[in-house]
T-cell receptor, first 113, second 118 residues
């Protein structure tokens, strides 16, 4: 069965520090991978996605993620976190063909000044 | 571009009543819309996929008679929670996929509706 694991429920980082949010997936074939961000009271915004090709993908707001097939991981990174990055982050996986996305439980990011 | 709205943003209702939630794609046409439910400290769970002009496809375990979905136009889908009970209290989020989208599964999400059933 398809599943996504985000091991960290909460993460707190200092403003200006680097960030890595972990995502591991279980999937029977090459998945399509996504990272979304959700601010309180708002919908999900797509940060980046991986379909194929270069395993390091760049997204919006200075985020990047690296697909590692051998580790079934798709970790999200940002070199320098800003206070406005505080939000909840969701990793999601979907099949190459079809509509269904499976989401991880989310990681709440807190940024301390 | 690619804005999805939901109305209402919050609703409180009495047990046994029905509640309708609207999901609109404001600046694009959406052949397919999705309804998710998000529990506190939990992930989003896909409830159903609705395609314009046809019946919705429900995920396993979702009661189609309780959660009525209508996708009557390319910009509007509605979710009606019938005979709501406290256990239906949740955050409901819709998303829309642009018609003719060449980008796989790029779903645009609405801001969500917080339903509280007393």
């Amino acid at each position: 069965a398809q599943s996504v694991t985000q091991p960290d429920i909460h993460i707190t980082v200092s403003e200006g520090a680097s960030l890595e949010l972990r995502c591991n997936y279980s999937y029977g074939a090459t998945p399509y991978l996504f990272w979304y961000v959700q601010s309180p009271g708002q919908g999900l915004q797509l940060l980046l996605k991986y379909f194929s090709g270069d395993t390091l993908v760049q997204g919006i707001k200075g985020f990047e993620a690296e697909f590692k097939r051998s580790q079934s991981s798709f970790n999200l990174r940002k070199p320098s976190v800003h206070w406005s990055d505080a939000a909840e982050y969701f990793c999601a996986v979907g099949p190459p063909y079809g509509n269904k996305l499976v989401f991880g439980a989310g990681t709440i990011l807190r940024v301390k000044s | 571009g690619a804005v999805v709205s939901q109305h209402p943003s919050r609703v409180i209702c009495k047990s046994g009543t029905s509640v309708k939630i609207e999901c609109r794609s404001l600046d694009f046409q959406a052949t397919t819309m999705f309804w998710y439910r998000q529990f506190p400290k939990k992930s989003l769970m896909l409830m159903a996929t609705s395609n314009e002009g046809s019946k919705a496809t429900y995920e396993q375990g979702v009661e189609k008679d309780k959660f009525l979905i209508n996708h009557a136009s390319l910009t509007l889908s509605t979710l009606t929670v019938t005979s709501a009970h406290p256990e239906d209290s949740s955050f409901y989020i819709c998303s829309a996929r642009a018609s003719g989208s060449s980008s796989y599964n790029e779903q645009f999400f609405g801001p969500g509706t917080r339903l509280t059933v007393l």
